[in-house]
């Protein structure tokens, strides 16, 4: 009768502890996605001007507040999305500022500018951008003449672009060796970037290209790794998305699993 009383009482305090730690853990579970949401690279570089409040119950979490384009509302979406122990998130932010016209030359601006933003070997931050009729003009100084050319390059493939004129400059001083080399100053730099965020960036690039937009691709990082799935309508957008992504902030290497459209029937 004793042991049985014993038993019982180890079993109802092992019951009572299972009903008070779990939402202790779901508790630390949130803060640990609240925290991680606010450190990310994306929070921290292009939401750092926004009023983003990201609350968390359960895993299911909540972004209230404003940001300053619509673009930044879906960044901080897929960010979080991709947080470890998220199971939804309800995206209630809202455009703080007046959302230009589709096709418009601010609409066409804001695009531009966003799309190189993405890229590390762009120094978008640095560029002026102009746009008038669907013709966009660049301005300001670039590090080389391939920087200019990516530049370029990247400027045509966003949606509503006519025309490019490249006006940026190329100082002379540049050309002469420096300690520290672009490739290693980007290696650096990814090192210090999430997964969560790597993940948004890639997946939003990869809309606002459009030699990319209509591509069903599943983006999944691991330690700064990129694998690509999904299908492709042939081998030239297969590497064009390899390319793209490459250049990605935060991008270490990527593995393109995407399948080439009229293939599989050859490998089955």
Do not use: C
């Not at 509302?73 to 939804?88: H, R, Y």
Request: hydrophobic residues 40%; charged residues 25%.
């Amino acid at each position: 009768m004793r042991n049985t009383t014993y038993r019982s009482a180890i079993a109802a305090s092992l019951l009572s502890l299972f009903f008070i730690s779990t939402p202790l853990f779901a508790s630390q579970r949130d803060d640990r996605i609240e925290l991680s949401a606010r450190q990310s690279y994306v929070f921290k570089t292009f939401l750092k001007g926004d009023d983003v409040k990201v609350q968390s119950k359960d895993g299911v979490v909540t972004l209230t507040g404003s940001v300053s384009a619509e673009s930044y509302k879906s960044l901080a979406w897929e960010t979080v999305a991709n947080l470890p122990d998220v199971i939804s998130v309800d995206n209630e932010l809202v455009v703080k500022d007046e959302v230009p016209a589709e096709d418009s030359d601010a609409w066409l601006i804001t695009n531009v500018k966003l799309t190189l933003l993405f890229h590390r070997n762009v120094n978008a931050t640095e560029m002026e951008i102009l746009a008038q009729d669907g013709t966009v003009t660049l301005r300001g100084e670039v590090a080389g003449l391939a920087q200019k050319d990516l530049a370029t390059e990247y400027a045509w493939d966003v949606q509503g672009v006519k025309d490019v004129k490249n006006e940026m400059t190329v100082p002379s001083e540049v050309v002469k060796p420096v300690k520290t080399t672009l490739g290693e100053k980007v290696d650096a730099l990814s090192e210090s970037i999430d997964d969560a965020s790597v993940t948004a960036l890639v997946k939003t690039m990869l809309l606002y290209h459009r030699s990319t937009s209509a591509l069903n691709t599943t983006v999944n990082t691991k330690d700064g790794v990129v694998y690509l799935g999904g299908k492709a309508r042939n081998g030239a957008e297969e590497d064009l998305a390899t390319k793209l992504v490459s250049d990605v902030h935060g991008v270490k290497r990527v593995v393109n699993n995407m399948i080439v459209e009229g293939t599989e029937s050859k490998i089955n």
